[in-house]
């Protein structure tokens, strides 16, 4: 009878600890729910925007000065943006890639005609900073790293925009990310480019409705808290953006891993995977590198890490293709004022 009683006690506070530890859990969930929910926002999901209220905003760009990151002066002179004298029909970055991987092309010219080689071996290395590609921030307990994706300066004609992964700004069934920050040229904890955050946010509503993986895109209107009328585009330079680009083509990935104060990069052939989908094969691009640019010609936007997978696995990242929804989000948010 002792026996029984006592295997029954043993049950029941079994089944207690398990009860209380689910508790536990559900709590720990919740409050993690709880927190993630203040930094969103429903903005137009059937049209894919947000339009970015100031004041939290401008919140979390002091947040990350105050944390992570510290404005330095820049390195020199400020590159220019397409069609400014002294740079290419494309408006090749003036301060380029300085730091490839081994086996890299050169960081100007067209790399089909020569010169362009992949990474040997096909693992992703350091990269130095540049001025228009850099880490983004999202400041507060929303269960992210400092800098959780990678995003670059993409040309437009109010020198204002930013390319990088749907998936990094918008999270599902909660919204739209309100507490977002930009840092171009980001490494070892200095902002030699400033803050930037958005004042509209444009996705695919392909994106919106069901993180269709095919739409894993988005673009960002930023500008510089306390400096009115300061344009990005002319602070960093910008990538010119390709739709429909002729694949398979010579590329270049970069990003920002959660766990480093500096990119990495790493070149080979992006070739297309199914009719919607970008791929470039290499190893060590991990969480934090999603929204970086994969590039062709040093200066050419030809997809974004994400897509598939969430962007890929241990060897392999993926972008949308930047076809026709993707030329769309680009033509809205451009548009929009």
Known sequence: MFTRVRGRAVRVTLLVGVGCALLIGCAGLLWKLHAMAAYVADGDPAEGSYVQEAEPADRAAAAVLEGPAREVPAPGPAPRGPGAPGTDAQGTDAQGPDAQGAGGPAAVGPWRSGGWRPSDPLVARPAAAEPSIGALFSPGEDADQDHHCSASVVHSPGGDLVATAAHCVYRGILGFRTNLVFVPGYHDGQAPYGVWVPSRIDVDPRWTGDQ????????L?????GRPGERLEDTTGARTIRFGPELPAPARVVGYPNATEYPVECFNTARAEGPAQLRLDCADVPDG?????????AHTLIGVVGGRDGGGDEKTSYSSLFGDGVRAVYERAVAAR
């Open 212 to 219: 269709d993986p095919d739409y894993d895109v988005a673009f």
């Open 289 to 297: 590198t999603s929204g970086g640019p994969v590039l062709t010609d």
């Open 221 to 225: 209107r930023v500008r510089r808290p």
